[in-house]
């Protein structure tokens, strides 16, 4: 049996550079930086500090923060603190506070920012996330597909989802639940089925019906791609870099 031993002093690793060492203090510096503006929007969310505030609390210049938070964090610091404030509403909403009562303690003006906020993160209305799919009755069912077996989810409005089974359908349909918590699931493979049977249509085939009905949730940026894929030929293949052209993002 071989046992390891530590490694010669010509196999050893080569010393760090002064140049290397440096860089990744600074990157260490940089990270405990934006840690600590993190910590100080999440507990100063509702009081809604501004970007000079929140860079004067981490020791930086507004401009510099900007930059530094977005190249860490992917987004603004003023995204970041809506992110936040929608967090804080969902739990409340769903906890079954007044709209009025989430927007206030979420550190909003009232319910229309809330409105513009949640349509704007989670694709759905104050109201919609406080129902919850309330009233809604969702018929599902699992069918064979090219890629194998998917489970299918149909509202009123159209198809509302579309998983494809990994290990257990009872787990899929437990996942979809979360998303509509107080609709009800009625498994029902009559009703799926002529719609299964169209989703993986050839590009010729799905030209000779109508379209097919969705019930979609989504964000702006969501929508956007969405657009622009179905601006596509049926059947054609777009890379992510071409389709990030297409919408400009």
Not at 60 to 83: C, E, K, M, N, V
């Amino acid at each position: 049996m071989n046992v390891a031993t530590p490694l010669s002093p010509p196999f050893a690793a080569p010393p760090e550079s002064p140049s290397a060492g440096k860089r990744l203090r600074r990157m260490a510096r940089d990270y405990e930086r934006i840690a600590l503006a993190i910590r100080f929007l999440d507990a100063h969310f509702r009081e809604r500090p501004g970007l000079a505030t929140v860079a004067r609390a981490v020791h930086l210049s507004p401009y510099h923060f900007q930059r530094l938070f977005s190249r860490w964090a992917g987004i603004s610091p003023t995204r970041f603190l809506h992110a936040i404030s929608v967090a804080q509403a969902r739990r409340l909403l769903q906890e079954n506070e007044s709209v009025l009562g989430a927007a206030l303690d979420a550190g909003l003006s009232g319910p229309g920012r809330l409105h513009d906020l949640l349509v704007a993160h989670e694709a759905v209305s104050p109201g919609e996330m406080k129902s919850r799919g309330e009233g809604l009755t969702i018929r599902w069912a699992v069918h064979p597909g090219p890629f194998g077996p998917f489970a299918l989810f149909l509202s009123p409005r159209g198809i509302c989802g579309l998983s494809f089974i990994e290990n257990d359908e009872k787990e899929t349909l437990a996942a979809e639940r979360d998303r509509w918590p107080r609709a009800r699931f009625v498994h029902d493979p009559a009703a799926t089925a002529p719609w299964a049977a169209r989703i993986f249509l050839s590009a010729r085939d799905q030209e000779k019906n109508q379209p097919v009905p969705l019930h979609l949730s989504g964000t702006n940026f969501q929508v956007q791609v969405w657009r622009a894929l179905l601006a596509l030929p049926a059947g054609r293949v777009v890379s992510y870099n071409d389709l990030g052209r297409l919408i400009g993002r």
